[in-house]
């Protein structure tokens, strides 16, 4: 895990997050434990436990983009999913434990993507190897009464004048394949065919985690078939290349890596916690509500899940949950969950002065976006100051007279208003388009003016 400093960390975070300076400052600190964690004695690692957060602050604001953001900066294992999936245990629908368990197989992706990198120039080799194998095989022992073919054949069989003319051919050969000139020949190649049926089982395992199981066990027991196929040489590289690979990763190793990862340094934000906060009584879906509480707790609080590559721990994964909370508040969750999130932090609603930061400052922001876009078609597009003063300020107005939606408003905004743009910009005669408050002012204002009109467009 990174060792940087909670001020660093917020530091980070500004050059994608506009604001909030107390929600960075709380995953800063919380992030920073889980280093101090690993210093700590062996005997009282185990004792400390993570100090979970609830995000609470209306959508748009940069709850979601916060934790991301955090998960890519340490280079820790990241799940986002919506408290909203889960249903009781009983009812139709995904069981709270899937989360960890999704968690740990896009690890184990991951750290198996890493590590064909690492060995992809290794695996290359041997391709290169066998490639040649096929191109140049060799003979067996020139009897006497074959010498007159053995002239004819030279190319193509290595002969037993010694080990000299054999490696000299072979790498002249090798040389061609590296140079692409062997790129428009055929070779022979047994490629292995697998035609595993798909099969689904309910359970309350979980259907995605038995069917995965049951296709692997199905993959073991079937009999791989094997087709020679007549294919480029290039073609033969990349399977070749790919099966080497399989053959020097280590998935043992990788599973254990990525268990290990995901028990220590794993991040799971949970939105729309507030959707299952609230007393029973509803109707539907809601009498489920406090059961998925009550399944959520013993994973927040530290359990054991079974997984197809054995068994997690989840008393050191960090949760990050957010809600909006307008028809609830957090005493409305069931108290023991109240406890496993000791930290509250309270996020703030955009104004005008917020949107003009997020329009212009960000690595990533919303102006850089389109222009780049733009610039694809040959076009040349400049904001003038003016202009996104105007952006910000009908944002604002916007999410005040309708649904407060925060900074995606300002998506809907730039789509309605580059509009004509993005749809005449291959055929512009004009290569610089020039974009000032006139112009954002004329283009929203029937769509301002008309109630109707903009609570459905904007």
């Given amino acids: 895990m990174s060792d940087l400093k909670p001020a660093e960390i917020v530091q980070e975070l500004d050059k994608y997050i506009i604001g909030q300076k107390k929600a960075k400052r709380s995953v800063a600190i919380a992030l920073r434990n889980r280093w101090r964690r690993q210093q700590v004695e062996p ?3 185990d004792e400390i436990a993570p100090k979970n957060i609830i995000l609470i602050g209306p959508t748009g604001v940069g709850k979601t983009e916060i934790a991301r953001r955090l998960a890519r900066l340490t280079d820790s294992p990241f799940y986002k999913v919506e408290a909203s999936k889960f249903t009781e245990v009983g009812y139709v629908g995904r069981d709270v434990e899937s989360m960890v368990r999704d968690l740990l197989e896009l ?13 992809r120039d290794r695996a290359g080799q ?16 020139v009897k006497p009464n074959q ?38 020949r055929y070779v022979d190649l047994d490629v292995t065919e697998k035609n595993i049926p798909v099969v689904e089982i309910f359970s309350n395992v979980g259907m995605e985690e038995m069917g995965i199981n049951f296709k692997d066990m199905l993959g073991n027991m079937l009999p791989k078939n094997t087709k020679r196929r007549k294919i480029k040489v290039p ?22 890596n990525a268990i290990e990862k995901v028990e220590q340094s794993g991040i799971i934000f949970l939105d729309e916690i507030d959707k299952i906060a609230g007393k029973d009584g509803g109707h539907g879906p809601d009498i489920s509500r406090e059961g998925v509480q009550r399944d959520l707790l013993p994973i927040v609080e530290g359990s054991t899940i079974t997984t197809k590559y054995g068994p997690v721990k989840s008393d050191h994964i960090l949760f990050i949950a ?17 406890g496993r999130f000791p930290i509250r932090v309270e996020l703030n609603s955009l104004g005008a002065d917020e949107f003009v930061r997020i329009l212009t400052e960000p690595k990533n922001a919303l102006l850089l976006q389109y222009i780049a876009l733009l610039r694809t078609d040959g076009v040349d597009v400049v904001f003038e100051d003016d202009a996104v003063q105007e952006i910000s300020k009908v944002a604002e107005d916007v999410n005040n007279q309708t649904e407060n939606i925060g900074a995606r408003r300002l998506h809907t905004l730039m789509e309605c208003l580059l509009e004509d ?7 512009l005669e004009h290569k ?6 006139k112009y954002v002012r004329e283009k929203f204002k029937n769509i301002k003016d008309n109630r109707d009109l903009s609570r459905f467009i904007l």
Avoid: W, Y
Wanted: aromatic share 2%; proline share 5%; with cysteine.
């Fill in 432 to 437: 610089k388009v020039v974009i000032d408050g």
């Fill in 126 to 141: 041997m391709a290169e190897d066998r490639i040649l194998d096929l191109l140049l095989p060799k003979s067996q022992p």
């Fill in 421 to 427: 743009i993005l749809f005449l910009a291959p055929d």
């Fill in 107 to 119: 690890t184990v992706n991951r750290l198996k993507v890493e590590e064909n990198e690492a060995v």
């Fill in 147 to 184: 010498n007159h073919d053995a002239k004819e054949t030279h190319f193509e069989l290595v002969s037993d004048r010694g080990p000299d003319t054999s490696s000299s051919t072979r790498e002249k050969l090798r040389q061609m394949l590296r140079n692409g000139k062997l790129d428009n």
């Fill in 322 to 338: 957010s809600g909006a909370f307008h028809t609830c508040k957090p005493s409305d969750l069931i108290p023991e969950l109240q």
């Fill in 43 to 45: 005997e009282l690692r």
């Fill in 235 to 256: 073609e033969a590289m990349n399977i070749l290349t790919q099966e080497e690979t399989q053959s020097l990763v280590d998935m043992e190793k990788v599973v254990k």
